[in-house]
């Protein structure tokens, strides 16, 4: 019987010491990953607003909140993107759960984030993106940033064409329920 017990003992053993050595890898690998690319982080190493608008450098502004998926997915490859691109353009973080931003919120017309505000060297709005953005297209928009180029994968701010539609209205068309008032030539 006491052959037994200490095959118990040492298979409890084992067990116990596996969970510790699990529990550790699983603590310290989650601390790594935290503090490398934490939304927070990059937030206090990033330019601020002022510095931004007057230093004449192009600026990629990043409307965020702490709790946003999809932000904190983009993390890791944005901090990438912000050490190589760090000496020629700006680099602005703006959480949109703090009211101080509000004016820049309303004034971008920030309605769902990531938002991205692409500004030139003057510090004009040149294009937004909202939503996940793959790598290479940040690097891509960042590139032509730099060339003074149109931003390839953006939403372009300025102005824009006036659409002229084939569809024509006449008084006529004006009494056909299927028609919704409007007849086309």
Sequence with gaps: MSEMNSIGYIRNFLIAFAG???STAIFFGFQTQANSVSLEAQ???STSL??????GKPTLTEFYANWCTSCQSMA????EIK????????FVMLNVDNNKWLPEILRYQVNGIPHFVFLNN???AVAQTIGKQPSSVM?????????????????SSGQISKFKSAVHTSPSSQNDP???GAQVK
């Design 83 to 90: 050490q190589k691109y760090a000496d020629s353009i700006n």
């Design 76 to 79: 890791p490859y944005l901090a």
């Design 50 to 55: 002022t510095v931004a608008y007057n230093n």
């Design 122 to 124: 003057k510090g004009e």
């Design 43 to 45: 937030a206090e190493q």
């Design 20 to 22: 510790v050595v699990l």
């Design 178 to 180: 299927l028609g919704h």
């Design 139 to 155: 690097k891509a928009n960042l590139n032509a940033l730099l060339a003074h180029e149109t931003l390839p994968y953006t939403a």
